[in-house]
């Protein structure tokens, strides 16, 4: 992040909402373990690397496997998989899907309070990333996805009408530094070019319609993972910086916004580890100018997990399972996956 | 051919459709309600969403008949019968108009299909066959006259006769001598020229029917008797005005001959075009309304026995005489029909309100009914007298479907927010069993906040209220930004309602908006 927008980020005089920006259901952690720790986890991902941070492909020497899926708030839901392998000696490649939507879009009310038949909003995301290990200390990687949504757009006599759209782009720029051997950090740059023009049809005879440029805000994030102890077992600490400064065209927005996410992971036992977190934690300069609608707007998710290892089936499978608060403060979302290092 | 289908010369009946018939109070297909029409007793409405029909509007319990349609375009009463242009359907080589006629009488709905067969038009551009869409009819004595834009005068004949197509300012003889549509007519119709955009009937004189037609650039009188077209002047009483282009054309029935009006966008030297009422007199359009500070354009007019004329505007109603020679004189303001029509509803504000039409029918005893549509609903009062400036309260008519109280209920409608609407608004329904305060939060797919739509705002029980509602229309909505003011991305956002009380309540809206 420059210092220009380091400052236009800490200036920002009203709460500083990213809210409503395109790209949203890509903000949301992909991944039980990432969820349970509070979204924190691009420094060194252990699995879904390629979604996370491409430059850590080529860092692992097991090729590594996952599949999940998440039941959140209000009916949303997510499935997500993904596989990554290194090809010696310098290269990593690393393939992800991810499923995003709200299946029961089953409490619309139309123009005349009548109720309708509901629909479904779809999205599907699938990435792919390259890594390159520079030397013992610095990786590399790029990344870039396909992105489709389908959203209802129009009433009909039946029900309702979908627009869908798609786009192909959103590249991710990554570089990994292992400073020490319990300490590494990472630089991210995602969602870069991206652009999914809707057509969308806003009535059944098509006499209406418009046009919506969705561009996913370029995200920058500061990464970091540090292994310590506590009470004689290991504890890792994740923390990742995520900032919002530009929308999609590279303007400025009006109101720049950073996001932190922290978890810890406490290794208390061989085969079962403990996770919390504290994600999307705002920081904005209204903390300083502006504290009672900083607070007003203030949320975050407190969040929780398990990681489970099925020794007995293999040594390198993994239950992981997160649970969190949502934004809203009322209600809880939950992912599940399985992992497997081979 | 630009004629009927002529395999099957005149109109096809394609469908007898079954309506919501209901001895209840008006029961609205929607709430934005757009044009009026009627006469005595009863009363023939068009919504954004269908079409209503009234008789008995004298009785407190009217009867009733509805049908959802999609977005009526032209609207006429007369002799009994009613008829709305209900749907367009344009293609390359056939383009069908389907109207929804209901007769007063046999209390008969019908659907029937105008189709405009266009052999000739494969070739052509796709550009032509589009603009064919009925935007105004007139009932005349077995017939109903169609403005078609593009497609010049259409006269139907109700009784099963074959409809017959008149150019403005063509003679028939010219018409019917050369295959329809030559190229000279058809030229002739994409002009400015004749282009009939509004027809209204003047049965004044007795048995015999004269139709003025609007086209952009001309007034045109037709006798379709002997089928002649005379054109009225372009000059305006002020020499300031300059014509852009004529919108309607009213004839005053009450009167004898028939005063004609029109709506016309005019410039304005050196500033905006205005659209304004007029009356013709004397070879001369002599200004009524419209270009006054805070007038904005001229959405209908109603005449009433006595030369009184009412003129709406979208931010309000002026009711003026016109009794002589000269313009006619303003007797009763906005402010007046302001106040009368907000004595009439808790419910709606009048800043996000929009008057669309307005209509004036004579009861038994020679006072008038009034009838205001407008975005929010219907407005009405009976027992006018306005030479005495009699007024009668005003009554106000919406569609609300009853919301259960304590949140049990609670919806956001439209549930998809897109281009179609013409206030780009969703609005919240919800029930408060006691008086709290309400806070309405917008989150979108990652549970963002996006906006505080309502903030903490007192609202009071919903049994208390005229609408048996606690939302306000006029302070619980979401106009699909967030709160930086940018309209948001395409996608699936939720709403969580919130009381001081401990009510909540969670919800879905689709957002399709353009950015």
């Known amino acids: 992040m420059s210092g220009a927008a380091l400052a236009a980020l800490l200036a920002a005089p009203v709460p500083a909402w990213v809210g409503g920006e395109s790209g949203a259901y890509l903000r949301a952690p992909v991944g039980a373990t990432a969820f349970a720790m509070g979204g924190a986890f691009a420094a060194a991902p252990q699995y879904l690397a390629c979604w996370w941070n491409p430059a850590a492909l080529a860092a692992y020497r097991e090729r590594h496997a996952a599949l999940g899926m998440g039941v959140r708030s209000l009916g949303r839901m997510e499935g997500f998989g993904g596989i990554s392998f290194r090809i010696p000696t310098r290269f990593g490649l690393g393939v992800s899907m991810l499923y995003r939507g709200d299946p029961f879009l089953d409490d619309l009310y139309d123009e005349n309070e009548n109720p309708v038949d509901g629909g479904s909003y779809s999205t599907l995301t699938f990435k792919a990333g390259v890594g390159y290990l520079i030397n013992r200390s610095w990786s590399a990687g790029i990344g870039f996805g396909v992105y489709y949504q389908s959203l209802p757009t129009a009433f009909t006599s039946d029900g309702v009408l979908n627009s869908t759209v798609t786009g192909i782009g959103g590249f991710t720029l990554a570089l990994r530094y292992q400073a020490l051997d319990r300490w590494c950090v990472a630089l991210m740059a995602r969602n870069l070019g991206l652009t999914m023009d809707w057509e969308i049809t806003a009535s059944e005879d098509g006499y209406y319609g418009s046009r919506s440029s969705d561009k996913p805000l370029p995200e920058f994030v500061l990464a970091s993972r540090f292994e310590g102890r506590l009470l004689r077992h290991p504890l890792v600490w994740t923390s990742d910086l995520a900032g919002y400064v530009f929308d999609g065209d590279w303007e400025r927005l009006p109101h720049a916004e950073a996001q932190w996410h922290n978890g810890v992971e406490w290794r208390r036992w061989e085969s079962f580890y403990l996770r919390l977190g504290l994600g999307d934690v705002p920081l904005s300069g209204t903390l300083f100018s502006d504290a009672s609608a900083y607070f007003d707007a203030f949320s975050l998710r407190v969040t929780g997990g398990f990681a489970w290892q099925l020794k007995r089936i293999s040594d390198g499978l993994w239950v992981n399972y997160g649970i969190a608060s949502d934004k809203s403060g009322m209600l809880f979302d939950q992912v599940l996956d399985i992992s497997l290092a081979f | ?515």
Request: proline residues 5%; charged residues 20%; contains cysteine.
């Open chain 2, 1 to 515: 051919m630009f004629s009927m289908n002529a395999s099957r010369p005149g109109l096809r009946p394609v469908a007898t459709l079954a309506l919501c018939a209901a001895a209840a109070a008006y029961g609205l297909t929607s709430n934005q309600v757009q044009a009026l029409a009627g006469a005595g007793d009863t009363l023939w409405l068009a919504t954004a969403t269908g079409v209503d029909f009234a008789i008995d509007t004298t009785d407190t319990t009217p009867q009733w008949w509805s049908q959802e349609a999609a977005e009526p375009w032209a609207l006429a009463f007369g002799e009994g019968r009613a008829l709305a242009c209900v749907a367009v359907d344009n293609q390359r080589t056939v383009s069908t108009s389907t109207f929804f006629t209901f007769d007063h009488r046999s209390r008969a709905p019908a659907t029937v299909t105008l189709a405009f067969q266009h052999p000739s038009y494969a070739s052509l551009a796709d550009t032509l066959i589009p603009q064919l869409v009925c935007y105004s009819a007139a009932r005349g004595p077995g017939a109903w006259w169609l403005a078609y834009y593009e497609g010049g005068l259409v006269r139907w004949d109700s009784a099963g006769g074959p409809a017959t197509a008149f150019v403005p300012g063509v003679p028939r003889a010219a018409a019917q001598s050369t295959a329809f549509p030559t190229a000279a007519v058809r030229d002739s119709l994409r002009t400015p020229r004749t282009r009939a955009v509004f027809v209204a009937a003047d049965r004044s004189g007795g048995d015999t029917v004269t139709l003025w037609v609007a086209t952009p650039a001309r007034i045109w009188r037709f006798s379709p008797a002997d089928t002649t077209w005379d054109t009225l002047a372009n000059a305006f009483d002020d020499p300031g005005l300059s014509l852009v282009e004529h919108i309607a054309v009213y004839a005053d029935q009450a009167t004898r001959p028939a005063r004609l009006y029109g709506v016309s966008a005019v410039r304005r030297s050196g500033r905006d075009t205005v659209n304004c009422l007029f009356k013709y007199e004397s070879g001369e359009w002599v200004y009524v309304f419209g270009k006054d500070a805070g007038q904005s354009a001229v959405r209908g007019a109603a005449f009433a026995p006595g030369g009184y004329v009412y003129a709406a505007d979208s931010t309000g109603l002026s009711l003026y005489v016109d009794t002589a020679a000269g313009p006619p004189v303003r007797i009763a303001d906005p402010a007046h029909f302001r106040a009368r029509m907000m004595a009439a509803t808790q419910d709606v504000a009048w800043e996000v309100m929009r008057v669309n039409d307005v209509l004036a029918t004579v009861e038994s005893d020679s006072t008038i009914q009034l009838w205001i549509a407008t975005s929010e609903g219907l407005f009405y009062a009976r027992g006018e007298r306005p030479g005495a400036l009699v007024t009668t309260p005003f009554k106000f008519t919406k569609r609300s479907p009853p919301v259960k109280a304590g949140l049990a209920q609670t919806y956001a409608y439209p549930g998809i927010l897109n281009e179609s609407l013409a206030d780009r608004r969703v609005y919240f329904a919800y029930n408060l069993s006691e008086a709290a305060r309400v806070t309405i939060r917008i989150y979108d797919w990652n549970m963002d906040l996006v906006k505080v739509a309502v903030n903490n705002e007192r609202r009071e029980a919903g049994k208390n209220r005229e609408s048996q509602r606690s939302s306000d229309r006029a302070r619980d909505w979401w106009d699909g930004t967030n709160q930086t003011g940018r309209t948001v991305a395409p996608g699936v956002y939720y709403y969580r309602i919130t009381t001081d009380k401990g009510g909540r309540a969670f919800g879905k809206i689709v957002v399709a908006l353009s950015r």
